[in-house]
């Protein structure tokens, strides 16, 4: 099992949508979580951090399951600038453990 | 405030040169780290230091070599460039421990030829 797991998608949505994504992870211990985004061709950059009671960062809700052992993440009113991949990131041994990303396509 | 940077953004290999990726963070930062990533696929981590003087390989460590002198640099060794090297390579730092969310440098996109 691999140590984070994501769907490779491609989400296709429209503006103004709402999409979810969801993660799992295998490593219980894992302490810090967090969602990246991930432009083409560019670097990874810190969307947010997820803890364990939900938090909230404008269009964006991220939320822990520890029972279950996933994290998902929620855009409402999705925009064209939405458009990248989005990556679930977990701590693993004195790393973070990087999924390889969910592509979100927003269209017009 | 520059934060992780690295140079050069751009470099062409021949088969068997060597060089030096430069990775260089101003934040204090004790965690280092040099991924790779391939066309359409995800992160892979090369080496990471947890400290000046520290490094301990990653998952795909082969063909490179790391060494940690200061907090502030962390340079990358490619020694005899191979085709399956070509990539684009990012470094990346964290504060105090791994718990701590990564900080990324935009990227040296190598090829070899």
Redesign the interface.
Known sequence: RKEVEQDPGPFNVPEGATVAFNCTYSNSAS??F?WYRQDC??????LM?VYSSGNEDGRFTAQLNRASQYISLLIRDSKLSDSATY?C?N??????V????TRLLVSP | NAGVTQTPKFRILKIGQSMTLQCTQDMNHN?M?WYRQDPG???K?IY?S?GAGIT?K?EVPNGYNVSRSTTEDFPLRLELAAPSQTS?Y?CAS?YKN??????????TRLSIL
């Open positions: 302490q810090s967090f061709r560019k670097e990874p950059k810190l951090s990556l990131v701590t693993g041994f004195q790393k973070l990087f999924g390889t990303g | 965690y780290y696929m995800g992160l981590l990471y947890v301990d990653g684009v990012f964290s791994s718990n701590q969310p990564q900080h990324f440098g935009d990227g």
